[in-house]
């Protein structure tokens, strides 16, 4: 494989994280508040990195077997088939993610973290072990697996705590009883 094909499938993944912020920037540079521009963000963060990114895996997966087995540096087997169905529950969080509560967005965030943290153990074990530097094993879909749940939830969490802050109060119109 020449470098500029091994570069082009080790960041490929990375896709799934720009298309996505970059979306979100776009749309959110016409939001008219900070809790209106947070939940831009986190819907086009489910939407694309979380559930079309695991949507796209999922698919990959299963109708590609043998190129995502080389993809990874294994041989085909049984466990491929886990793979996309692990990504296909991804997929349907993330979609549900797009209108959850902050509460709830934390928890896809925690429960996709345990599976894709997981895969990065996975991906730098046989990294360092084995010498596994195929595209798919190292490069952008490390990238994607620790980023991907980890931005989920600090925008959860900053929504959380943007929720909990208190409103400032509209300033009384001069004159006005405060009684009225």
């Given at each position: 494989?020449?470098?500029?094909?091994?570069?082009?499938?080790?960041?490929?993944?990375?896709v799934?994280?720009?298309?996505?912020?970059i979306?979100?920037?776009?749309?959110?540079?016409?939001a008219t508040?900070?809790?209106?521009?947070?939940?831009?963000?986190?819907r086009?963060?489910?939407?694309g990195?979380?559930g079309?990114?695991?949507?796209?895996?999922?698919?990959?997966?299963l109708a590609?077997?043998?190129?995502?087995?080389?993809a990874?540096?294994?041989?085909r087997?049984?466990?491929?088939?886990?793979?996309?169905?692990?990504?296909?529950?991804?997929?349907v969080?993330?979609?549900?993610?797009?209108?959850?509560?902050?509460?709830?967005?934390?928890t896809?965030?925690?429960?996709g973290g345990?599976?894709?943290?997981?895969?990065v153990?996975g991906?730098?074990?046989q990294w360092?072990?084995?010498?596994d530097?195929a595209?798919g094993?190292?490069?952008?879909?490390?990238a994607?697996?620790?980023?991907?749940?980890a931005v989920?939830?600090?925008?959860?969490?900053?929504?959380?705590?943007?929720?909990?802050?208190?409103?400032?109060?509209?300033?009384?119109?001069?004159?006005?009883s405060?009684?009225?």
């Amino acid at each position: 494989m020449d470098n500029v094909s091994y570069l082009a499938q080790s960041a490929f993944p990375l896709v799934w994280i720009a298309v996505p912020a970059i979306g979100a920037h776009l749309r959110a540079r016409r939001a008219t508040s900070p809790r209106e521009r947070l939940e831009i963000w986190q819907r086009w963060w489910a939407i694309g990195a979380f559930g079309i990114g695991s949507l796209w895996m999922t698919v990959a997966f299963l109708a590609f077997p043998d190129v995502m087995a080389t993809a990874i540096g294994f041989h085909r087997t049984p466990f491929l088939f886990e793979i996309a169905f692990a990504n296909l529950g991804l997929a349907v969080m993330g979609f549900r993610a797009a209108s959850a509560s902050a509460r709830e967005r934390i928890t896809i965030g925690l429960g996709g973290g345990m599976f894709l943290w997981g895969a990065v153990v996975g991906h730098l074990y046989q990294w360092f072990a084995n010498g596994d530097h195929a595209p798919g094993n190292t490069g952008g879909v490390l990238a994607n697996d620790i980023l991907i749940p980890a931005v989920m939830i600090i925008l959860a969490v900053r929504s959380q705590r943007l929720a909990a802050a208190p409103r400032p109060r509209p300033a009384s119109a001069p004159g006005a009883s405060a009684t009225a």
